[in-house]
C-alpha cells in the first residue's frame, strides 16, 4: 500500500558529493520514521540514518559530519546528502519508511522498502 520510489544513485570520485531522494507514496495517514539503510557486496545490510517525524536524526559512526538526513512532509520525501563520499561508502542504498495506513477505514503501521540505488565511490 505504500510505494518508495528513491533516486540519485550513480558513480563517483572520492571526496565528490550525491544527493538521495526517496519519495514515498500510497495510502499514508502518517509518517513516523524515515530511514536509509545500504548494503555492501558480500557484507550485511546496515543502518545509515534516519529521521523521525519530529525532525530527529542518528547516523551510524562512519558517516557522521559527511551525511546530512533531512524530510519534507509536504512531499512524503527523504533526502540523504552525502558529502566527503569515500570507497567504502559504495553500496546499494536502501530507503525505509515507517507509516501508519489506512484503507478501507481500518489503521495499521506499515513497513515499507524502496527499491535500492547504486551508488558508486571510485578512489
Known amino acids: 500500500q505504500v510505494q518508495l520510489v528513491e533516486s540519485g544513485g550513480g558513480l563517483v570520485q572520492a571526496g565528490r558529493s550525491l544527493r538521495l531522494s526517496c519519495a514515498a507514496s500510497g495510502s499514508i495517514f502518517s509518517i513516523y520514521a524515515m530511514d536509509w539503510y545500504r548494503q555492501a557486496p558480500g557484507k550485511q545490510r546496515e543502518f545509515v540514518a534516519g529521521?523521525?517525524?519530529?525532525?530527529?536524526?542518528n547516523y551510524v559512526d562512519s558517516v557522521k559530519g559527511r551525511f546530512t538526513i533531512s524530510r519534507d512532509n509536504t512531499k512524503n520525501t527523504v533526502y540523504l546528502q552525502m558529502n566527503s563520499l569515500k570507497p567504502e561508502d559504495t553500496a546499494v542504498y536502501y530507503c525505509h519508511v515507517r507509516s501508519l495506513v489506512q484503507a478501507m477505514g481500518v489503521r495499521r503501521v506499515d513497513d515499507s522498502w524502496g527499491q535500492g540505488t547504486q551508488v558508486t565511490v571510485s578512489s
Open positions: 529521521i523521525t517525524g519530529s525532525g530527529g536524526t
